[in-house]
Nanobody, 127 residues
Framework: QVHLVESGGGSVQVGGSLRLSCAAS????????MAWLRQGPGKEREGVSR????????RYADSVKGRFTISRDNAQRAVYLQMSSLKSEDTPMYYC????????????????????WGQGTQVTVSS
C-alpha cells in the first residue's frame, strides 16, 4: 500500500525558508516520478515541482522557479522541497504525490497522473 507522509510545514515570514520532507513507503520508490503539489482554500491544485526517478531531472512551476528546489534520496525513500524567498502567495497546503505509472523516464506535468497523495503539510507565510 502506497503511503506518503509530508512534514516540515509551518509558519514563516515573507522572505524566509522552509524545507518540506516526504517519507514514502509501500512501493519501489526508485522507479516513480514524484511531485510536490499545493492547493489553497477554494483554489485549484497547482503543480509546484516534479522530479524523475533515477536521473533526477527536475521541473518547476514558473511561480517558484529560482526559489524552490526539489530533491530525492532514493536510499532514504524520501523527497524534499527546499523553499526560499517565500512569498505570501506560497501559503497553501503542500502535498507530496507519486505518479500512478512508472512508464517512461520523463515526468508528466499533468496533475491527474499523480494519483497517490499524502495528507499534506500546511505552509503559512506572513508579512
Amino acid at each position: 500500500q502506497v503511503h506518503l507522509v509530508e512534514s516540515g510545514g509551518g509558519s514563516v515570514q515573507v522572505g524566509g525558508s522552509l524545507r518540506l520532507s516526504c517519507a514514502a513507503s509501500g512501493y519501489n520508490h526508485n522507479i516513480f516520478c514524484m511531485a510536490w503539489l499545493r492547493q489553497g482554500p477554494g483554489k485549484e491544485r497547482e503543480g509546484v515541482s516534479r522530479i524523475s526517478p533515477s536521473v533526477g531531472v527536475t521541473r518547476y512551476a514558473d511561480s517558484v522557479k529560482g526559489r524552490f528546489t526539489i530533491s530525492r534520496d532514493n536510499a532514504q525513500r524520501a523527497v524534499y522541497l527546499q523553499m526560499s524567498s517565500l512569498k505570501s502567495e506560497d501559503t497553501p497546503m503542500y502535498y507530496c504525490a507519486r505518479r500512478e505509472s512508472d512508464y517512461g523516464t520523463s515526468c508528466p506535468a499533468t496533475l491527474d497522473e499523480y494519483t497517490y497523495w499524502g495528507q499534506g503539510t500546511q505552509v503559512t507565510v506572513s508579512s
